[in-house]
């Protein structure tokens, strides 16, 4: 689940629901568990996550955990969820990170333009003062 790439390739594909291995280590299941979650709002899949001292989950497409639990300390842990698939791809799906770029790129040229058109201003003001 750190390749959202990949996952977004897998999305497009029409998975609705993903199974996810995951080794956590004990350190980083929290952070890991909520990048998984993302990824499958991001994609309009649901998730059920498996991991190996970390966090065991089912999350449906809009975010929402069915079921969590910590992995016990003995490797047996089981959730039980009434889990809907998802919907499918998603307008992020298909257009991937376009809006972000665009409002960056609308954001530096607002930037670069500001003092340019307060020059302006402050010319078209003082020449109606002096009128």
Request: hydrophobic share 45%.
């Amino acid at each position: 689940m750190d390749f959202p790439d990949t996952i977004r390739s897998d999305a497009t594909k029409g998975v609705r629901l993903m199974g996810v291995p995951a080794g956590d280590m004990g350190i980083d299941g929290w952070q890991h568990g909520i990048m998984s979650v993302m990824r499958g709002v991001e994609g309009g899949f649901s998730i059920v996550r498996a991991a190996h001292d970390g966090l065991v989950f089912a999350s449906d497409a809009q975010g929402s955990l069915a079921a969590l639990k910590k992995d016990a300390p003995t490797g047996l842990t089981m959730i039980v969820a009434d889990l809907p698939l998802g919907s499918g791809p998603t307008l992020y799906t298909r257009i991937g990170n376009t809006f972000p770029w665009l409002c960056g790129i609308f954001a530096l040229a607002l930037g670069a333009g500001l003092p340019a058109w307060r020059r302006l201003r402050s010319a078209t003001l003082m020449t109606s003062v002096e009128n």
